[in-house]
């Protein structure tokens, strides 16, 4: 089983909340900024420490066309780690578990153990509030000079995670949303990176959320529009139990 086959599962992390453990300074001078400060701009932007700290699980249902196919997605988070994703483009259908630590991929009757490099994203991706401590995580930030993305003025982060892989994300100068992110990945056939594109945030039980996603990678390109997102419904807890 190759994991090329795995598809779409940075979308997680477009619904993380990002928050610092500071709220007290948002400075963003020139001078003095910094990735945190940039992370915060965030957190005011989409509604919130308190709002945030609020969510315990989240359901989102996406649907859109992957490589002019038609595709539906359902991804269920519960605090503090656990994930589940299924995927139905056609006849396939894939489904992604994480908790405690592992993570198995499923495509029909056949399954396989995520492991290395793509079980360390999906961990960070699964986990709620990973961006209140990346170091904890051993995950290093950067602020990187600004860049355009589509005619917008941009901070840019950068993330290095354990292993090396490098991840950039960035948010509109004005409005301090996150519009883009970039993240590499390792597959059998080597390394690639994975553009993702956000827009049209809405507001859902005190905080914004991307409700158009278009991501690409290598010839692949997808888009979604999310259908539905709940908070707090009391997602089970076997939901996320890995296959035996």
Not at 14 to 29: H, K, V, Y
Not at 153 to 175: A, E
Not at 183 to 206: A, C, H, M, P, W
Not at 231 to 243: A, H, M, S
Request: glycine share 6%; with cysteine; charged share 25%.
């Amino acid at each position: 089983m190759k994991y090329s086959k795995i598809i779409l599962l940075s979308i997680a992390l477009s619904f993380q909340m990002l928050f610092p453990q500071d709220l007290g300074n948002t400075e963003t001078d020139p001078v003095n900024i910094t990735a945190m400060a940039i992370i915060q701009k965030y957190l005011f932007a989409i509604g919130g420490m308190d709002n945030f700290k609020s969510v315990m699980d989240r359901t989102t249902v996406m649907s859109g066309f992957a490589m002019n196919q038609p595709i539906e997605i359902v991804m269920m988070q519960k605090y503090p780690d656990m994930f589940y994703q299924e995927l139905q483009v056609g006849e396939v259908n894939q489904i992604i578990y994480y908790s405690d630590g592992k993570g198995t991929l499923k495509i029909g009757d056949e399954e396989t153990q995520i492991e290395n490099r793509e079980l360390e994203r999906l961990k960070i991706d699964a986990t709620m509030q990973f961006l209140l401590d990346p170091e904890s995580y051993g995950v290093k930030t950067e602020l990187l000079p600004n860049e355009m993305v589509d005619s917008t003025d941009c901070y840019k982060i950068k993330f290095v995670l354990p292993s090396g892989i490098h991840w950039y994300q960035y948010y509109n100068v004005n409005t301090a949303l996150k519009i883009k992110e970039i993240k590499e990945i390792q597959t059998n056939q080597g390394l690639f990176e994975q553009e993702t594109y956000y827009s049209d945030y809405r507001e859902v039980q005190g905080l914004k959320y991307p409700f158009k996603i278009k991501q690409f990678l290598g010839l692949q390109e997808i888009d979604l529009t999310v259908t539905s997102l709940e908070v707090n419904t009391g997602v089970d807890d076997k939901i996320f139990e890995l296959p035996d």
